[in-house]
Nanobody
Framework: QVTLVESGGGLVQPGGSLRLSCVVF????????MAWFRQGPGKAREFVAG????????EYGASVTGRFAISRDNSANTVYLQMDDLKPEDTAVYYC?????????????????WGQGTQVTVSS
């Protein structure tokens, strides 16, 4: 069973930065396109960022473009999300997801495997 484990969440002040990590176990990272989603309090889950198998393609949600950056290290089976200039509205549980498909996609129901999530809280 493929397992995704996120880490790096926490409490940060507005304007601060965090770096999330997601390690994939029991499979090779190169098998998947990868993405980060988030779900804030009382909100639906939303796409944050995605990256293709060889990092040739990336996509970002409109609310994070220019502030967040997704990357991957296939040799370490790890995907990262660098989050800068954090805002209170970025407060959410952040989930890592993996997709077998050929194209990088942004809809959550296209993703095959999910992590348990890591909490990010932006507050002064």
């Amino acid at each position: 069973q493929v397992t995704l484990v996120e880490s790096g969440g926490g409490l940060v002040q507005p304007g601060g930065s965090l770096r999330l990590s997601c390690v994939v176990f029991k499979s090779r990272l190169t098998n998947y396109n990868m993405a980060w989603f988030r779900q804030g309090p009382g909100k639906a889950r939303e796409f944050v960022a995605g990256i293709g198998r060889q990092s040739l393609t990336t996509e970002y949600g409109a609310s994070v473009t220019g502030r967040f950056a997704i990357s991957r290290d296939n040799s370490a089976n790890t995907v990262y999300l660098q989050m800068d200039d954090l805002k209170p509205e970025d407060t959410a549980v952040y989930y890592c997801a993996a997709d077998h498909g050929l194209r990088l996609v942004t809809l959550e129901f296209d993703y095959d495997y999910w992590g348990q999530g890591t909490q990010v809280t932006v507050s002064s």
